[in-house]
Structures are given as structure tokens and as C-alpha cells.
């Protein structure tokens, strides 16, 4: 079975400073998709950026990037310039091939201190 | 603008009792999810349902049911709440003709508390 693991629960980050979050994830397969999705305290989920296994070249979006290590099955999150509306939970999930059924990890709340 | 929009934010429900959390969606979407997010936990997907009166039991079904009548509309029923129901549930839709990797889209989610 797959699975997603978040090993850092907190995370916190001054303003203006970069702060990386760390996502594993174990599978058998070799294509599927990988995901960030980030909770602000509004609780509407959207999607920060999507990574596809098939492509080496990192996925970014303005300040969010991504370092995709399919060898090491490892997914972290780079967020650059943090500002104080990046705050929320930010979950990492798991996207096999043929089905849009997402396997989440526990998330990390990242605070964001001016 | 992409909509799911679950129609209660805040219930509280009286343990044996029979709940219906509704979710719509208006972007002709043929996936619907219901997933309960719980401290700790992440978000675990109950059922997903990909047409119209389709629908498969997600990884934690025990307790409740669902019902696809109209594409749009996507219902989780707890037949007879109890108190470890209580947690955030969160609606969900996404294209289904893409096969994966699609843009999930969320609705604000709907928090029960089973007293």
C-alpha cells in the first residue's frame, strides 16, 4: 500500500527568510503524481503546485519549488520570500496512476513570524 | 470561479442520530470525494464516486454511506452517528477524464461534533 509521511508536524519561518518542508512517500509504481496542497485557518484546501513522476526538471510556482528525488522517493517543499498569508497546514499528497484518489500525509502546520 | 460548496459548516448531532452532509459542485465534474480530516491523521478519503449512482468505498467506509443521484451532487450519510465521528469533513471534485493527476478542488469542509 502507499503511503505519505510527514515527519515534521511545526515548522515556522521568519518573514522574508525560505523554509522547506519534508515529504516521503513509498510506493511500487513508477508513474503517478505527487501534490502540495495548503489549508489556511479558512480550511478551503487549493493546490500549490503538482510534480509528475515521469519528469526529472522540478516543478515550481513563483516562490514555491519543489526538489523531486524519485530514487529517494522524497518530495520536499521550498517556499522562498515566505510572507505572513503563507501560514496554514500544508499537506503533501500521493496520486496514483489512473485515479484521481489522493493519499495524504498528516500535514505541517508552518507558522510565519514577522 | 471553481465552486464546491458544502451546504453546513457547523453541525452538532445527537449520538443515533441519522446525518446527511451535502456537497455541490458546478464545474461538470464526473469525481467526487468525501474525506474526513482529523488531527494527527491528514485527510482520509471515506468514499469517492465517479458518475452518477457510481461509487467505491474509500479507506474508512465503516459508518457511513453515500448517495450520487444527480452529477452534481455528492451526499455522506451517517446512518447512526456516534461520537468518533466527530472530526471535519471535506467534500472534493475533480475531472474524471483525464485519467490522474487532475486539480482537486475543495469545498470549506463541514465540522460535526456527535454529543
Known amino acids: 500500500a502507499q503511503t505519505v509521511t510527514q515527519s515534521q508536524p511545526e515548522m515556522s519561518v521568519q518573514e522574508a527568510e525560505t523554509v522547506t518542508l519534508s515529504c516521503t512517500y513509498d510506493t511500487s509504481e513508477s508513474d503517478y503524481y505527487l501534490f502540495w496542497y495548503k489549508q489556511p485557518p479558512s480550511r478551503q484546501m487549493i493546490l500549490v503546485i503538482r510534480?509528475?513522476?515521469?519528469?526529472?526538471q522540478n516543478a515550481t510556482e513563483n516562490r514555491f519549488s519543489v526538489n523531486f528525488q524519485k530514487a529517494a522517493k522524497s518530495f520536499s517543499l521550498k517556499i522562498s520570500d515566505s510572507q505572513l498569508g503563507d501560514a496554514a497546514m500544508y499537506f503533501c499528497?500521493?496520486?496514483?496512476?489512473?485515479?484521481?484518489?489522493?493519499?495524504f500525509g498528516t500535514g505541517t502546520r508552518l507558522q510565519v513570524f514577522p | 470561479d471553481v465552486k464546491v460548496t458544502q451546504s453546513s459548516r457547523y453541525l452538532v448531532k445527537r449520538t443515533g442520530e441519522k446525518v446527511f452532509l451535502e456537497c455541490v459542485q458546478d464545474m461538470d465534474h464526473e469525481n467526487m470525494f468525501w474525506y474526513r480530516q482529523d488531527p494527527g491523521l491528514g485527510l482520509r478519503l471515506i468514499y469517492f464516486s465517479y458518475d452518477v449512482k457510481m461509487k467505491e468505498k474509500g479507506d474508512i467506509p465503516e459508518g457511513y454511506s453515500v448517495s450520487r443521484e444527480k452529477k452534481e451532487r455528492f451526499s455522506l450519510i451517517l446512518e447512526s452517528a456516534s461520537t468518533n465521528q466527530t472530526s471535519m469533513y471535506l467534500c472534493a471534485s475533480s475531472r474524471g477524464d483525464a485519467g490522474s493527476g487532475n486539480t482537486i478542488y475543495f469545498g470549506e469542509g463541514s465540522w460535526l461534533t456527535v454529543v
Open positions: 510534480q509528475e513522476a515521469y519528469k526529472q
Open positions: 499528497a500521493f496520486n496514483p496512476y489512473n485515479t484521481d484518489k489522493l493519499i
